[in-house]
């Protein structure tokens, strides 16, 4: 299995412009998380899924944020308009039921926003 | 707070020596997981222990948990460069559903 993909690795962007991250999880898992990770706030959980469906998005900043699952197999994160603070490492992980394990992240999207 | 908050914030040792990270925690948990990760990468989660369990081991790594004390360890043998990274334990509680991160423990090993 190739993994956690991401795409793209990194995004350099004007301030205002939408900006779309893309993940695909591992083939079988049924849970999706999105993280963004900065120096100064560490590593935040933004939202996570559950066979496609939203469980919690009570990490998501503002209403600029959001993300959807439409199949078991991709999942995008949007930021519309961008900010100069959105400027972070964004991870992607998949897993099966905690449980039984634990997850498997993707290599990041860098976004810059200038 | 759900998170796990790691001991201490930064380590530096030298190649071949013993690096033990801790980990805290706030209630009952259902697992407790380690994860490293190496500069500019995703985290890789390198083991889980159940909260039955007392002490676990992979490779170089041995893991103790203590429910009493609501505590874990992470301990690395015979430490190489190559293990320089930030650890990170995540507790699994009981409900939610969700790992929480802490600021984790930067390890610096030097040759």
């Known amino acids: 299995d190739a993994g956690v993909i991401q795409s793209p690795r990194h995004e350099v962007t004007e301030m205002g412009q939408e900006v779309t991250l893309r993940c695909k999880p591992i083939?079988?898992?049924?849970?999706l998380f999105w993280y963004r990770q900065t120096m100064m706030r560490g590593l935040e959980l933004l939202i996570y899924?559950?066979?496609?469906?939203?469980?919690?998005d009570s990490g998501m900043p503002e209403d600029r944020f959001s993300a959807k699952m439409p199949n078991a197999s991709f999942s995008t994160l949007k930021i519309q308009p961008s900010e100069p603070r959105d400027s972070a490492v964004y991870f992607c992980?998949?897993?099966?039921?905690?449980?039984?394990?634990?997850?498997?992240f993707g290599s990041g999207t860098r976004l810059t926003v200038v | 707070s759900q998170q796990g908050e790691e001991d201490p914030q930064a380590l530096s040792i030298q190649e071949g020596e013993n690096a033990t990270m801790n980990c805290s925690y706030k209630?009952?948990?259902?697992?407790l997981q380690w994860y490293r990760q190496n500069s500019g990468r995703g985290l890789v989660h390198l083991i889980l222990?159940?909260?039955?369990?007392r002490e676990k081991h992979s490779g170089r790594l041995r893991v103790t948990l203590d429910t009493s004390k609501k505590s874990s360890s992470l301990l690395i043998t015979a430490s190489r460069a190559a293990d320089t990274a930030s650890y990170f334990c995540?507790?699994?509680?009981?409900?939610?559903?969700?790992?929480?991160f802490g600021q984790g423990t930067e390890l610096s090993v030097k040759p």
């Open positions: 992980a998949s897993s099966l039921p905690r449980t039984y394990g634990g997850y498997t």
């Open positions: 083939s079988g898992h049924d849970y």
């Open positions: 899924f559950n066979n496609n469906v939203p469980i919690d």
């Open positions: 209630t009952s948990i259902n697992n």
């Open positions: 222990i159940r909260s039955n369990e």
């Open positions: 995540a507790p699994f509680y009981n409900q939610g559903g969700k790992l929480i």
